[in-house]
């Protein structure tokens, strides 16, 4: 009732306003547009203002962080491109919002599936990001992205991702993740043991 509180209100701010120079001068120069500086700002240890300044700056995503699902595909020793999706149906099946469409071909001569999709469509207005797709393909062929810049001016047409779109090398996704590409790698290389040992044994 007697101003005590807008004082010291005022005085907190004050505070952050003196401690924000402070620190400038503790950091000189390095506490803008540097990992380190953005690392220290993100700390417990940070003084004044702590906020990053996006766009020019940005927070680092941890590993595990999810965004947009991608398609993997293998990258050949001349340039050429192994899907690793056989678009098996499952990712759209499991997926809540039902925003993962796929097209599917036969073989004209012998009227078999063809193991690779022919389109692949992605609306990512309606995906929420569940990661659900990722985790049920059995071919590690989709993962979930880092990408979380999306925005644009007609969502009608630029929203909905095409195989084209989607597609990213095994070499983008051990960049984004290498813990889990490491495993899985690992993982792939003892079952290709293993079962290179049961043919021997035959």
């Known amino acids: 009732m007697d101003g005590l509180g807008i004082i010291k209100g005022m005085g907190v701010t004050l505070r952050r306003f ?11 120069g390095r506490r803008y547009y540097t990992k380190e500086g953005i690392a220290h700002r993100m700390s417990k240890d940070a003084r004044g203002i702590f906020t990053i300044q996006y766009p020019e700056e940005k927070l680092p995503v941890p590993e595990e962080f999810r965004f947009i699902p991608f398609l993997i595909y293998e990258e050949g ?4 491109h192994q899907d690793r999706c056989t678009s098996c149906g499952i990712c759209a099946k499991v997926c809540p919002p039902q925003c993962i469409w796929i097209v599917r071909t036969n073989d004209p001569a012998t009227g078999r599936p063809i193991p690779e999709p022919a389109e692949f469509y992605i609306d990512v207005d ?7 797709c990722a985790e049920y393909c059995p071919f590690d062929a989709i993962k979930m992205d880092h990408n ?5 001016y007609d969502r009608q047409s630029k929203n909905i991702y095409d195989k084209e779109k989607l597609s990213k090398p095994v070499s983008y996704y051990a960049t984004i993740r290498p813990s889990n590409y490491a495993r899985e790698e690992a993982a792939r290389a003892e079952a290709e043991a293993a079962k290179a040992a049961r043919k021997a044994k035959a």
Request: aromatic share 18%; glycine share 8%; charged share 20%.
């Open 18 to 28: 003196v401690d924000t120079y402070l620190d400038d001068i503790r950091w000189w």
């Open 126 to 132: 309606i995906c929420m990001n569940c990661g659900f």
């Open 148 to 152: 979380y810049e999306l925005a644009v």
């Open 77 to 80: 020793p001349n340039g050429e």
